[in-house]
């Protein structure tokens, strides 16, 4: 059996004959025999470059023809698209946060990193080993970023994604916006109880400003309050001339004769409430509503009985009436003076 290749070299074999040699051929050259069936020859063309090797690919399973052109997009393309207001928030990231919007940049856009380049390989004996492609160690979790406002896409052509890569982009802005919703609730928590702080001082002034004013308004009161007892002692009395015109008697008597008692509780109830005790003040607000309701009935109908003049009469009256309920009114409805009993009671304890 002969085997003859394309350089016309004839192979060694139990069947070889000698080669004829064919007319007006080269004369004294015999071909070569080759003793390694391993050998085999190079087939280099004429005039063609010498002693460059051609690169040898370690994977041709990897290698897949015909595919569609991808849109390439280098980092710094990415970054030369952003607006100015977008570059400055982008320049303010740390590397990672910077790396993880890029690449969420070019997934919206449906673009691709450029491949790094690849120069061939050179085998200088047949003892070349492939080398190995380094082991990428985990890097750590870059830090939370918050999540920036990218303009309006510009137009691409539209780029079917999976299913896979469409639920990976929904959960990496999903990720974003928890990460941006949280760090903006860490500020605003912050913020209010730096508020809150803020608030409780101011309001501690106030109520310090409202115990100081309510201080002053029991002063005025004490002094209206005796006002209202001298009035009352001298209309129920009968002095000034106000005697009654046929005596009194049952309630208006007793009236009459406990005027000095009923008066004095009138200017007790008044100045003791100065004192900031609130058991004080129970016991003074007291003593002003019996008086009160005492100068109603039967001191209301009792005007009517003095002698002297009858203008006198109704302004000692009016004097008397008027200072009582308006202390009586003011100590339980004022705001200054609660707060002043509130913050004296809480110093005493």
């Known amino acids: 059996m002969n085997e003859e290749n394309n350089n016309g070299i004839i192979l060694d074999d139990f069947d070889y004959s000698e080669?004829?040699?064919?007319?007006?051929?080269?004369?004294?050259?015999a071909a070569p025999v080759l003793d390694d069936m391993d050998f085999v020859a190079p087939t280099a063309k004429r005039d063609g470059p010498q002693g460059v090797a051609a690169p040898v690919l370690d994977d041709m399973d990897s290698f897949t023809p015909n595919q569609p052109k991808k849109l390439i997009l280098s980092d710094e393309d990415i970054i030369n698209g952003l607006t100015p207001e977008l570059k400055m928030q982008f320049d303010n990231l740390t590397p990672a946060q910077k790396q993880q919007v890029i690449d969420m940049r070019?997934?919206?856009?449906?673009?691709?990193?450029?491949?790094?380049?690849?120069?061939a390989a050179i085998?200088?004996?047949?003892?070349?080993?492939?080398?190995?492609?380094?082991?990428?160690?985990?890097?750590?979790?870059?830090?939370?970023?918050?999540?920036?406002?990218?303009?309006?896409?510009?137009a691409q052509p539209e780029?079917?994604?999976?299913?896979?890569?469409?639920?990976?982009?929904e959960r990496i802005k999903a990720e974003a916006k928890k990460q941006a919703v949280s760090s903006s609730l860490s500020t605003e928590t912050v913020d209010k109880k730096e508020s809150l702080a803020k608030l409780l001082a101011l309001r501690e002034s106030q109520n310090a400003e409202k115990a100081e004013k309510g201080f002053k308004i029991l002063i005025i009161l004490g002094v209206i309050g005796v006002i209202g007892a001298v009035a009352f002692y001298l209309l129920y009395s009968g002095k000034l001339g106000l005697d009654y015109?046929?005596?009194?008697?049952?309630?208006?008597a007793w009236l009459e004769n406990s005027s000095f008692i009923i008066s004095v509780a009138i200017a007790f109830g008044?100045?003791?409430?100065?004192?900031g005790i609130k058991g004080l003040k129970s016991l003074g607000s007291f003593a002003l509503l019996v008086s009160a309701v005492l100068q109603i009935f039967p001191g209301l109908v009792m005007i009517s009985q003095h002698n002297g003049s009858m203008a006198l009469v109704i302004l000692l009256y009016a004097i008397a009436f008027g200072c009582t309920v308006g202390v009586f009114v003011t100590l339980s409805a004022s705001e200054c003076i609660g707060q002043y009993f509130k913050q004296h009671s809480e110093n005493n304890y």
Request: charged content about 25%; overall charge negative.
């Open 106 to 119: 070019r997934n919206q856009l449906g673009a691709e990193a450029p491949q790094p380049a690849v120069s």
């Open 19 to 29: 080669p004829v040699a064919k007319r007006d051929g080269p004369q004294g050259v």
């Open 159 to 169: 780029r079917q994604m999976s299913d896979y890569e469409r639920q990976e982009l």
């Open 123 to 154: 085998l200088d004996d047949d003892n070349y080993i492939p080398q190995q492609k380094p082991v990428e160690q985990p890097q750590p979790a870059a830090p939370p970023v918050s999540s920036i406002v990218l303009d309006e896409e510009p």
């Open 270 to 275: 008044s100045l003791v409430c100065i004192t």
């Open 245 to 252: 015109k046929e005596g009194t008697s049952g309630l208006a």
